[in-house]
């Protein structure tokens, strides 16, 4: 019998698919695999970017850029997630030539002294981040003249691409604000092009790259459309991105199936109480697994490409089904997909929908159960008390 715990399959043709209908649009791509490739494992995503030709990627944590490059990726790494560099970080960095995101004063200073310490020759290439409206990191448009003549007295330092980020491309109805952000984005461009006249830009993540709403020669930073989900879905503009498709599948074995009995409950706090004679099965899977504990009514998962309702209360590990209309009756050992599979599987968006969330987090939390680990997507402190 299956071992009972949940299993998540990695379907990497699936990746590269979407990876070469992206290229098609033809913009140079930097593609986001932070946070562990959203969930899906970093070192193989690398490996096929590699392989369909990609220049750029952006990594979150430095740790994860420096896995990018140790799986053989060759072009310029970014690491999106950094503080102000230390020592290590530029050894790190200039060891395995990666491209650290500085946002800040501080970030300039740590990274150009720690390069003076170390007496490095060659310079460390770095990603300028301008803040243009999202409000989180980046310089602002008026210090930029600024930074323009820190670097361009900073030899140590090499900027090679200017990096922004969008915040509301995903909603056609808020283009005005998005135009905004390209317009304040560009004004940056002019002034630190004219000290760096070969720098890349980078703005548009995946809604901006299927919206088409920044200059040709951008470094478009597409994120959740490599794994195959559309981020204009639910609005007009769903579909723009052409044929992707899911790559993350997550199924969970029967552990136990049995008849309910008209007035009988199921699980905690006696959510759902049979109001007829009903067969419900209980699956390997519970919000230890990532899988949330208060999913909406009308929440499905599928068994031979049928859909079955959850039921009850989601457990630790394990989550009830109602089997009761299935065309056979299955049995313990029997797989359950809780994401994708085949027939009519759940997909990430409606997973979504039924959680409160979106795609991005439902692919971060159940990815957490693959069972090869990557590098770390946080730097955590553990200490025991
Ligand atoms: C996560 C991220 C992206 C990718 O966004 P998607 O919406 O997944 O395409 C791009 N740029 C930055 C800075 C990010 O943090």
Redo the contacts with the bound molecule.
Sequence with gaps: MTEPSCHVRINWEHFRHNVVTLMQKGHDLMP?I?ADAYGHGVTRAAKILEECGIAWA?AGTLEEAAAIRDAGFSGNIVS?LCLAPGDDDIRLAREKNLTPLIHNREGLVASKEAMRRQGAVTPLTIAVKVNTGMGRLGFALEDIEKVAAFLADAPELSPIVQ?S?LAVA?DPAESAYTSRQCDIFYRATDILHRVFPSMRCSLG???GLLEGVTHDDDLC?????LYGYD?LYGTEHEGHCGSLLPVMEVSAPLISVHPLHKGESVGYGRTYKADSERLVGWVAIGYADGYRRNPAPGTCMSINGTRVPVIGRVAMQMTCVDLTDLPTPPVPGDTVYVLGGPGNGVSAQELAGWWGTIP?EVTCLLGKNRTESGPPVKRVACSAL
């Design positions: 986001v932070k952006a999106l990096v980020h995903d993540n995946t809604a930073r597409p994120g959740i459309a981020p991005y």
